[in-house]
């Protein structure tokens, strides 16, 4: 049976994910995506005139990844558990998809091209802003914002080194507790 386009592009999401998780952005090509997906790279000509629309496509589908993640959290009525929930599904999302901490401290993915560091930037601008957002209520929430972004970035690097052997998401409890404490603590 065939693949719908939207299948086929799902594929093409994660053998791009998969090439830059192993090789880096700049090994994604439209061969290297027909290699993994076992297809000539006509086949994926269908689809993407060249490496640079594969990028953008990727970073599309970030965004829209990210996106979802801010869509399930402001479901939560406290603040602690939009905490938690959005660590929590963050993490998900980066077991899922372990390119995520290799993309955001990649300049290979964006260098000497101003599309595609700006669709990046809108990427994490936005997010942050929706993380902001989210955690209004707490003092400081920029502050705050950033911290729950750079321990994110920094456990999700930190599981790829040691080789995904533990579930990263297990560590959102603690976190969540953590940043919780700082968002409560009064200032003197």
């Known amino acids: 049976m065939r693949k719908s386009k939207q299948e086929r592009k799902n594929e093409v999401f994660k053998a791009i994910g998969q090439i830059a998780a192993q090789k880096g952005f700049n090994n994604v ?17 269908k689809y993407f005139k060249n490496r640079d629309e594969l990028i953008l496509y990727f ?6 990844l ?3 993640i801010i869509k399930t959290v402001e479901k939560e009525d406290n603040l602690y ?14 077991e899922n998809n372990e390119v995520l901490p290799v993309m955001v401290f990649s300049d290979e993915i964006h260098i000497g091209d101003i599309q595609k560091k700006e669709k990046l930037q809108k990427i994490v601008f936005d997010y942050r802003q929706n993380i902001i957002n989210l955690i209004n209520d ?3 929430n920029e502050v705050i914002a950033d911290v729950i972004l750079g321990s994110i970035i920094f456990n999700g690097l930190k599981w790829r080194l040691n080789n995904k052997s533990y579930s990263l998401s297990s560590r959102s409890e603690e976190l969540a507790q953590t940043i919780y404490k700082l968002c409560i603590t009064k200032k003197e």
């Open 29 to 45: 090509t439209t061969k290297a995506v027909a290699d993994i997906l076992q297809v000539s790279q006509p086949a994926i000509y």
């Open 138 to 140: 707490c003092p400081q």
């Open 66 to 68: 990210l996106n979802n």
């Open 59 to 64: 970073l599309d589908n970030i965004g829209i």
């Open 81 to 94: 558990e939009r905490i938690f929930k959005l660590i929590n599904e963050h993490f998900k999302m980066v």
